[in-house]
């Protein structure tokens, strides 16, 4: 009896340390992540009300031209002396930049507000959401993007994606915009950029090029689809990044058999938006109708042999150097969740992308854009 509840007691002492350094983590991380919120937040508010000052000086100026790049010269020179390096003219500039493209974003009164009550916490002063989610590294990036939705696009996915500096870049270098929308219905492309990429149906998730520029591998030299599936696995996580959201990786090579014979599946992905299997086939040169339905045995394996209850119908995906559309679309039944995209070792020209973009956008509008 005594030996039992010491052991009681014992028990519960260990419980409740347990519990202490659980919330103990739990309360220093969420202060934390507070902190550099707070901080992140006050940094860009900075820069947004300097930008605003220095919009409002130069207007006033008479000759504007001359005068705008005194007052940069001369802010520069007296916040140096002040505070050493950081704010260059090229700085300034930008933060003047900043101002003007989310100006709509924040009321006079906010500023205003912000400016006087310097002492109070700047989380508190905007009740429903903040005006800036990223850092000052990811706006210079955005500014540079003309197109409006498109730069709330890149925003609204680096937010949902946790995207660092780098990967925003490379997204956007891509061309991740275009080359997702292109296609889609008008709905689709006005969405995104309020929310981001949409993850509603298997066609969402699939791509047409897929960019593998990561790779290193020329366009015109000859490998095979081993060196192109080995390449793949040694940059899995800029692969993950081209692939998009919800992928975690699965197999490499994944044999089932089937009547004794065996059968492998070069990549298997899942994602966890969609909550399927998605299957990948390399092909090297373009694509033939027998690629096709050797991929179709696949998905329907996975189907019928990997798929739980819960789980909806697997997706095929081929990537191939090239494909005619005519001979996949009479090969495939409809609603087959096979797709056929290409892939290039390049990254595409933006220019040729958005005008293509351009012209479905002005189909889908009747010529309204």
Known sequence: MEERLIKGQLDFTEDTLDSLCKNAVELINYSRSVVLKEVNLLQLMTYFT????????????????????KVLKTLSETLHKEFGKGFSVETLTNMRKFFLTYKERIPEPVVTKFVSEKSQPLVTKFENELPFHLSWSHYLILMRIENSEERNFYERQALKEGWGKRELQRQYGSSLYERLLIGKDKDKIFASSHKGQIIEKPEDIVKDPYVLEFLGLDEKSDFSE???????IDHLQEFLLELGTGFTFVARQKRFTFEEEHFRVDLVFYNRLLQCFVLFDLKTEKLKHQ?????????????????????????????????????????????????????????????????????WMEEETGGAC
Not at 51 to 69: F, H, L, M, P, S
Not at 226 to 232: A, D, I, R
Not at 336 to 350: G, H
């Open 50 to 69: 300097l930008g605003k000052w220095i919009v409002e000086v130069q207007q006033d100026g008479e000759n504007r031209a001359q005068y705008g790049k």
């Open 226 to 232: 081993t060196e192109l599936e080995t390449n793949l």
């Open 291 to 359: 690629d096709l339905g050797q991929m179709q045995m696949y998905v329907n394996y996975y189907d019928r042999y990997e798929k739980q209850d819960f789980e909806n119908p697997t997706v095929g995906i081929l990537m191939c150097r090239d494909k005619s559309n005519a001979m996949v679309e009479l090969t495939l039944p409809e609603n087959s969740n096979i797709y056929a995209s290409r892939y290039q070792l390049y990254l595409p020209d933006k220019k040729l992308l958005q005008e293509k973009l351009k012209e």
